[in-house]
């Protein structure tokens, strides 16, 4: 029946009012599969010659014999034109049902005509299986035309452009003198021996602390010795500076904000960039949206555009003595040896970066650092650049009152979904490049993780990460509220050798990229706003600079909880666990001791604070299958479902709200009718238990005297838990023999 009605419904409105007043479809519309040749009568000339000619005007004459791909598309638009004529109306169903009811009888035939159809579409969408393969496989490298800039490659390749014969007098001189002075240089042709490979990835590093005045307390760490730690601020220089920045890398500020103020490099700035010049890893923890963020934006930004001015300009030069080699030539004369400058792949650094408008500000920084007073660069694609990563105007509701640091967060575009190559040569610059002919990358790890792609996938591509000298993780924190997997994913997929040769030059590329040793030489920026084993493992388990690590130290003196202005008596307990993602133990310790605590019906509004989307999935499923009553709260909430469970808690309606913490990170909505505080775990950013504390007050009922808060800790906990208390009073409580520790606010703090 099903058959029957569908097979009706294809038919136009005069086809239906022809096969109800005569019980057959019109003989013009049968669907004939194969239709016999035409005859043709020919007459033969006399002559050979003229009968070729003609022949040739009537091959040209006859018409091409269609594919069965055309065939399929002539039957596609005559199906779409069809259903356009059609006019869908009450009338046409009845007709319909008065169609099916009439020719009962006739069911049979009609559901063998209807298979044989089916039979005859099924076939004709097999013909063609390689035919549209091949149409999307076009399709695809269509969309990734349109993703990339492939007008101005001979601009910007290197193979083909040489230095200018102004820039240097002596190429070959002047190569000699920077590799004797500059860092950079000294790094990349360092040649490791089999030894010292076997030292790093042995796991066995020493450890020195020093303390600059700006950056604080320095742990380093080095698993070669001979390489040794990073001395004192005083007795370390700054790397050398690029001749295209010399002009313009003191009034570095100005170059990300032009509009400000005119403002000089920060000592904090320099500092930082002796640390990079070195060409160490470095973790710096303190790197706030607020305040620091922006310095140390403009400081990685120089460093790394230095860094690839350094590098192009030393493959120029090279191609300029090459040039000259070959001209000045004699026949007979032994061959040299080529310069070993480059990389399995031309890609040197990449930047990670959670939100489109990150990406528009670093290179907002780079082409201000490029330009100089009177004279503007060359930038290819800025329009489209600024209207893909630039604000999209009226995207924030009016009158939302959120705190300072999340509009730093969430200011400008805020896709996270994005990547563009950018490519340097001399001072022009190149926007959306194809990633083998770009410098530095740009992207977000969702927008890399779709191009890598995942084990088993037939389309994935990670050779271009083969040869990334310089490694920037900025805001590592947010990725942390994002999904941590794909930073995972993309640290996994660096720096291996590649599976196609992309048409390198290999008498150019590095013996260490030929070892397959340039995890070996990489080095990793990684800043945040907060200190997380979760980012330091990314140090200790994907990095091995054979020159070792920095990480600032500097811990809190006081915490967080200062920043409670409620009266709020607050209960540490801690749980004992054997590892820092020992989920189980929380879970079994919050079932058992906390939980039957608040399950009393004088214990309501209760709101329980989960960091992980994991842990509030158990939760919630415990939850459901006790028939507590609670309502919930994630970052997949619909508005609905928000504003239902706010006004049910805020009732008394639901006993708990379990509440997680990248909904807080995302929305940070003011929860009203809180009289009891569990904190599952310790909040991943300290400010946001002094913000969630804070919202007791926001009830207005009067019954500060009967507020809680609870917060489970293991021994793991210790730096979250020196930002939330203090570091003393958080080493006081992790070397007691007490399990529970109360803290009272909004009176003077008393410890038990």
């Known amino acids: 029946m099903g058959k029957r009605k569908q097979v009706f419904t294809n038919l136009s409105k ?60 002539s039957t596609l638009i005559q199906i779409a034109n069809d259903q356009s004529e059609e006019e869908e109306s009450a009338d046409d169903e009845e007709e319909d049902d008065e169609l099916l009811g009439d020719r009962d009888g006739d069911g049979k035939e009609e559901e063998e005509e209807a298979e044989e159809l089916e039979d005859a579409d099924k076939a004709l969408n097999e013909a063609p299986e390689g035919e549209e393969e091949e149409a999307g496989e076009q399709d695809e490298a269509a969309a990734d035309e349109e993703f990339t800039d492939k007008e101005h490659e001979s601009q910007f390749c290197l193979e083909s452009n040489f230095t200018d014969k102004g820039e240097e007098e002596d190429p070959e001189r002047t190569a000699e003198q920077q590799d004797s002075n500059d860092t950079l240089l000294q790094h990349l042709d360092t ?29 380093c760490t080095g698993p070669l010795e001979k390489f ?42 320099l500092e930082l960039l002796a640390v990079m010049g070195s060409y160490r890893d470095l973790y710096y923890p303190e790197s706030s949206p607020l305040n620091r963020g922006p310095q140390v934006r403009s400081a990685y930004c120089l460093h790394v555009l230095n860094h690839v001015l350094k590098a192009n300009s030393r493959v120029l030069a090279h191609n300029a003595q090459l040039r000259e080699r070959k001209a000045q030539g004699k026949a007979g004369a032994e061959p040299q040896d080529e310069p070993r400058d480059q990389g399995l792949t031309r890609p040197k650094v990449l930047i990670l970066v959670p939100f489109r408008d990150g990406a528009l500000r670093v290179v907002q920084t780079l082409i201000g650092l490029l330009e100089t007073k009177g004279k503007k660069i060359v930038v290819s694609n800025k329009k489209r650049f600024k209207d893909e990563f630039g604000e ?52 977000s790890p969702l927008g890399l993780r779709t191009v890598l ?19 920037v993780v900025d805001q590592a924190d947010v990725f942390l509220m994002q999904n941590w997997e794909h930073v995972l994913h993309v640290m996994k997929h660096l720096n291996l050798q590649p ?24 080095q990793t ?18 990095c091995s600079n054979y020159l070792g690590q920095i990480a600032t130290k500097n811990m809190p003196r006081t915490g967080s909880i200062c920043q409670v202005l409620v009266q709020l008596p607050h209960v540490f307990q801690m749980f004992p666990s054997d590892s820092f993602m020992d989920q189980d133990a929380r879970f079994q310790f919050f079932v058992d001791k906390v939980l039957p605590q608040y399950r009393d019906s004088v214990m309501s509004h209760t709101l329980i604070y989960v960091p992980s989307y994991f842990d509030y999935v158990r939760l919630r499923n415990y939850m459901k299958k006790e028939e507590i009553n609670f309502v919930s709260l994630c970052e997949y909430s619909t508005k609905s479902e928000v504003s239902r469970a706010r006004h049910f808690f805020q009732e008394g309606e639901k006993q708990f709200l379990l509440f997680t913490e990248r909904f807080h990170f995302y929305k940070r909505y003011t929860i009203k009718g809180i009289q009891n505080l569990i904190f599952y775990g310790l909040p991943t950013f300290p400010h946001f238990y002094s913000e969630v504390c804070n919202m007791l007050a926001a009830g207005g009922r009067g019954e500060e005297a009967s507020w809680t808060c609870t917060a ?11 930002a939330i208390t203090g570091a003393q009073r958080a080493g006081q409580m992790l070397h007691s023999n007490k399990t529970v520790h109360l803290f009272i606010t909004g009176e003077e703090d008393k410890t038990s």
């Open 228 to 269: 040794g730690p990073v001395g004192p601020e005083k007795h370390t220089s700054l790397p050398s500076i690029h001749k295209v920045l010399e002009s313009r890398w003191r009034s570095l500020n100005q170059a990300a904000n032009p509009q400000g103020a005119a403002e000089e490099i920060s000592p904090l700035q």
């Open 453 to 471: 792609g995942a084990d088993g996938e037939s389309r994935r591509d990670f050779d271009f990460l083969s040869s990334i000298e310089v490694l």
């Open 712 to 722: 489970l800790h293991s021994r793991y906990d210790a730096q979250k838990l020196a």
């Open 191 to 219: 040649e490791l021996s089999e030894e010292d490979v076997q030292n790093i990835t042995s796991g066995t590093k020493t450890r020195t602390q020093i303390t600059w005045p700006k950056l604080g307390v320095l742990l």
């Open 14 to 73: 005069k086809q239906k009012k022809h096969l109800k007043d005569f019980g057959e479809e019109h003989p013009f519309h049968d669907n004939v599969q194969e239709r016999p040749e035409r005859t043709q009568i020919v007459d033969l000339p006399i002559s050979p010659q003229h009968s070729d000619a003609e022949s040739v005007e009537e091959e040209e004459e006859e018409p091409e014999k269609k594919t069965a791909y055309q065939k399929l598309l």
């Open 525 to 542: 920026l990684v800043f945040s706003s907060i200190l997380d084993p979760q980012i330091t493992n990314i140090l200790s388990k994907h």
């Open 392 to 443: 999209e105007p009226d995207v924030s509701p009016p009158n939302q009152q959120r705190p300072d640091d999340f509009r730093a967060t969430f200011s400008g575009n805020v896709d996270d979904h994005f990547r563009i190559g950018v490519s340097i040569v001399r001072s022009s610059i190149r926007l959306y490049a194809p990633f083998y002919s770009s410098d530095i990358i740009i992207a």
């Open 499 to 522: 599976l196609d040769s992309h048409g390198v030059d290999f008498s150019r590329v590095r013996m260490w990229n030929l070892n397959n040793w340039a995890r070996y030489y990489r």
